[in-house]
């Protein structure tokens, strides 16, 4: 059999549209748990195809939680790891990458190995960004930090996109604001003049919390005049507030109608469920059909994150909001934890980047994918980096320049030489 291998997964927080495989899938039902976890080490050993919601769950009852924990509940470690993630930590830990001590990885050519700094490091390097085309995690060990209970919140107003940003900067320099020590750190845009900081403290202090799981947004409590305004969450709630209305792509679905969200299900307000809408309304094209009876063009899919030097942000988001229709818009600040290199996805150690985050559509343009190429060419000009995870349409020279391609031609050659993974190009740009 030479069939490229998949993965048979329930889940998959991939946004790319792909070819429908014929083949069936490699079962990785038993790779759902977390193995040990070790509190005077403050590391966990966990299966690769573990979610976060899980992972957390039994971190948390120790105190401990890893050192980014991804926004969506069904996002698995071995996929942060292979497919890179973010957070409100990342200004200080980094990409969960960087958390990993040690990998167990089947390889494609049907080897076992243990990846580490010192052990396969070309393997260890070349892993984060290869989104499952040189092997797939089985193990992982990471990496822990203690919490508290509760994190105090803070949501800054900003007035000016550049003020904003020079404000981020220079949390992600001192790791304070107004000298008081922040553990969380993101943002949102909703236009050029309205933008919000969200500064997290975590505490111990004892007193109410805020609940986003049932009529209340998340997001849209944060918005105000001027100034600042004060929120407090558990430290569980705070961790997924961004799932249960997917940040703030459930109002397309009539989440956030006051009405229709009274009889919506507790149970059905999280991203995994919004996913599944999602693809329903892919496959019948609800949408543009919708469109089509008003009298619309259909709609192109911008589903993207993108990674942006801070000195070049605040004239990213200047043409952005200029040229895309698409608001709101969530900033995450990131700097890498130390000076290693990972060649999958070149960005620079000790350098400041926000991830930009924003996920909707927009009227089909003239050719196919208009808006997502447009965005593409305008963040190389930014000299930034975009995210796999969703549509790409960089020509293969274009696309082994920014990510990495001798380096992962040869661990390539070294650990699948007979390609029975996927090439990435392949994967993420010809949507195999």
């Known amino acids: 059999m030479t069939a490229p291998i998949r993965l048979a997964k329930r889940t998959s927080n991939l946004f790319r549209t792909r070819t429908k495989a014929h083949v069936s899938g490699l079962d990785v039902s038993g790779l759902t748990n977390v193995i040990a976890v070790d509190t005077a080490a403050r590391t966990a050993d966990v299966a690769g195809m573990c979610t976060y919601d899980d992972l ?31 957070e409100s930590t990342s200004f200080r830990n980094g990409l969960p990458h960087e958390s990993v001590l040690e990998m167990d990885i089947l390889t494609g050519g049907g080897e076992m190995i243990t990846a ?38 803070t949501h800054v107003r900003f007035h000016s996109l550049v003020d904003l940003v020079a404000a981020m900067d220079g949390i992600l320099e001192t790791g304070r604001l107004d000298g008081v ?30 609940d986003y799981t049932g009529q209340e947004i998340y997001y849209r409590s944060m918005r105000h005049d001027r100034g600042a305004t004060d929120d407090r969450l558990t430290i569980h709630d705070y961790l997924w507030r961004w799932d249960t209305d997917w940040f703030w792509c459930s109002e397309a679905f009539g989440a ?10 507790g149970r059905f307000r999280r991203s995994s469920f919004y996913g599944k809408l999602m693809k329903l ?39 952005f ?24 996805y070149p960005i620079r150690p000790q350098q400041n980047y926000v991830n930009v985050g924003f ?52 661990a390539k ?15 993420a740009v010809q949507r195999r």
Do not use: M
């Open 281 to 319: 309304e892919q496959r019948f094209h609800i949408g543009d059909r919708i469109e089509k009876l008003n009298g619309r063009p259909p709609r192109e899919r911008v589903v993207q994150d993108v990674e942006v030097p801070i000195a070049r942000c605040a004239e990213f988001l200047d043409w």
């Open 56 to 86: 957390v769950a039994a971190t948390l009852r120790h105190g401990l939680v890893p050192l980014v924990v991804p926004q969506l509940k069904t996002i698995t470690l071995g996929g942060a790891v292979t497919g890179l993630g973010i």
């Open 359 to 410: 996920w909707s559509t927009v009227p089909v343009g003239f050719s196919d994918g208009a808006t997502n190429r447009l965005i593409e060419c305008k963040v190389g000009e930014f000299d930034g980096h975009k995210s796999l995870y969703s549509d790409s349409y960089y020509s293969r020279p274009e696309f082994d320049e920014l990510y990495g391609g001798d380096s992962y031609r040869a």
């Open 256 to 265: 956030q109608h006051p009405l229709i969200r009274r009889v919506w299900p």
């Open 321 to 344: 909001l200029n040229n895309i229709p698409i608001t709101p818009i969530w900033l995450c600040p990131l700097r890498l934890r130390g000076d290693d290199y990972w060649p999958l």
């Open 181 to 210: 020590l922040v553990d969380y750190l993101d943002g949102v845009v909703f236009s050029a003049d309205e933008g919000y900081l969200c500064v997290g403290r975590q505490t111990s202090a004892p007193g109410p919390a805020s």
């Open 116 to 153: 580490s700094p010192g052990q396969n490091a070309d393997l260890f390097r070349a892993f984060p960004n290869s989104y499952g085309t040189l092997g797939y995690a089985v193990r992982l060990r990471i990496e822990l930090e203690p919490v508290k209970p509760f994190v105090a919140l």
């Open 413 to 427: 050659k070294r650990y699948d030489p007979g390609s029975r993974l996927l090439d990435l190009y392949s994967k």
